[in-house]
């Protein structure tokens, strides 16, 4: 019962945190943890609660059109090929080197996010063959990222797509959570496979999960950027600190 009470409210924090910039998982994971939870049952079950999450924040975003249908598509499917990449690469490589980089690239994220030109709503823009192809590779690269480490891969989407794509913040939130549903839900199969899911702890954890994302989603709807910036700058601090944790 303890257990339940650790997660299930972080697991809350969680979703309505990962439906508007990502990053639930800086949160959730932690929580399993911090409940006794072996680590890779930990993100086995975190995958089952934040997925059941991601769904329900998925079709709230595509209700609302900020989804577009081939876009998200293309992309979802870019990062299911990176995503066995990463993972192959965490075998091979030490994840240091990569939290080492982190701590580069952070601060410059923490910069942009400041700028108040950066993290505009763009126009909505007619997606043509350049925008595909640079949201496939963005989903492509942000996919090795969450098969090789994960934490923040939806923050970083949203910045990148975005800020290099140009896509408006409501396309661009659109697409990352058809990109995060199509890896979550490719993890979770691993996991299940695996026998690292504790189910009945992850899928009550994933009903508080589900009214996070809910809420979350309805937030970003009627706030956008607003809620965005501060949201991500408290993602980017708690990665920051977390990592520096992990090294030190």
């Known amino acids: 019962m303890l257990q339940y009470i650790i997660v299930c409210p972080l697991a809350f924090l969680a979703g309505f945190v990962d439906s508007i910039a990502g990053g639930g998982g800086l949160i959730s994971i932690p929580a399993y943890i911090f409940a006794g939870i072996p680590i890779h049952f930990a993100i086995g079950t975190n995958k089952m609660s934040s997925c059941m999450g991601t769904i329900i924040s998925t079709y709230r975003y595509a209700?609302?059109?900020y989804i577009?249908?081939?876009?998200?598509?293309?992309?979802?499917?870019c990062a299911l090929i990176g995503s066995p990449i990463g993972a192959t690469l965490s075998l091979k490589i030490s994840d240091r080197y990569f939290k080492i980089l982190m701590l580069i690239i952070l601060p410059i994220t923490a910069f942009y996010v400041l700028n108040r030109r950066s993290l505009?709503?763009?126009?909505?823009?007619?997606?043509?063959y350049k925008t595909y192809g640079i949201c496939m590779i963005i989903a492509f690269i942000l996919g090795i990222y969450d098969g090789f480490y994960g934490p923040g891969t939806g923050t970083f989407?949203?910045?990148l797509l975005t800020g290099v794509a140009?896509?408006?913040l409501n396309t661009s939130a659109g697409t990352t959570?058809?990109?995060?549903l199509a890896s979550n839900i490719a993890g979770l199969i691993t996991f299940i496979i695996s026998g690292k899911v504790l189910l009945v702890l992850g899928i009550t954890a994933g009903i508080f999960s589900?009214?996070?994302?809910?809420?979350?989603a309805g937030y970003f709807t009627k706030s956008g950027v607003k809620i965005v910036?501060?949201?991500?700058?408290?993602v980017v601090a708690v990665f920051f600190v977390k990592i520096l944790l992990e090294l030190f």
């Open 210 to 216: 589900i009214l996070g994302n809910y809420i979350g």
């Open 63 to 65: 209700k609302d059109g």
């Open 166 to 168: 140009k896509l408006s």
């Open 177 to 180: 959570k058809a990109i995060n």
């Open 120 to 128: 505009k709503d763009n126009k909505e823009i007619s997606i043509n």
């Open 229 to 234: 910036r501060p949201v991500i700058m408290i």
């Open 68 to 77: 577009k249908l081939k876009l998200g598509l293309l992309s979802a499917i």
């Open 157 to 159: 989407l949203i910045l």
